[in-house]
């Protein structure tokens, strides 16, 4: 019976923590009743749960659990003037693309980015084994890439030296740096150390 009433609360906290981060709340406590749920006061029932309302992927009580994010898209208006961004001057290292739709880079373990031509994707694309859906964006996104904290003055010098403006910079409360810049397309990007987030 346990073993079923700890499958259920971590299906509801699962389900709380979804519906909270989409409405931009806490994860873990002082939310109200939505859809249902009702967290209850700071401490007590799920919203004291912080094993169970973690959300995080590599402490999530999801059976089996998510193991990480693999692919992270950006859409920009010209592919090989923001391929050679990415290669050149991020010294990303391209794996896969067709010059015309898409191109992918590895972006560190496990990780890849792609960039995909804005509006080249409105369509189902073929694929040995399957078909991939439809997709495109809009706007100015935000990546972040990690670098040790040692490397910090080295990527900032380098950046200003290739004539890419430094937007702004950060000092976080658990001790880490970053600074953003922007893309041929706008898309802003961060260069990050360790001591951002609770995991990282």
């Known amino acids: 019976m346990r073993g079923e009433t700890w499958r259920g609360e971590a299906a509801l906290a699962s389900r709380k923590c979804v519906i909270n981060a989409a409405r931009g709340r806490p994860t873990d406590r ?3 009743e939505i859809a249902g749920l009702s967290a209850g006061p700071p401490g007590r029932g799920l919203a004291g749960r912080a094993d169970l309302c973690s959300c995080g992927g590599m402490n999530s009580t999801v059976d089996p659990p998510i193991q990480g994010v693999l692919e992270t898209a950006l859409y920009v208006e010209d592919l ?3 391929a050679a961004f990415y290669r050149e001057v991020l010294g990303l290292r391209p794996m896969a693309g067709d010059r015309t739709r898409f191109q992918a880079f590895d972006a560190g373990p496990r990780q890849v980015l792609l ?3 804005r509006g080249g994707t409105l369509e189902p694309a073929a694929v040995p084994g399957g078909t991939i859906p439809p997709h495109d964006g809009s706007g ?3 990546v ?3 670098i ?3 490397a910090y003055e080295a990527w900032r010098n380098r950046l200003l030296g290739l004539g890419i403006a430094i937007e702004s910079e950060a000092r976080w409360e658990r001790g880490g ?4 810049f922007r893309d041929p397309d706008g898309h802003l990007l961060e260069l990050i150390t ?3 987030w609770e995991n990282y």
């Open 177 to 180: 740096r970053s600074f953003y």
């Open 30 to 32: 002082g939310a109200p």
């Open 80 to 82: 090989a003037r923001a």
């Open 194 to 196: 360790p001591g951002i």
């Open 144 to 146: 972040g890439f990690a």
């Open 115 to 117: 960039l995909f031509r």
């Open 148 to 150: 040790p904290a040692d």
């Open 140 to 142: 100015q996104n935000h």
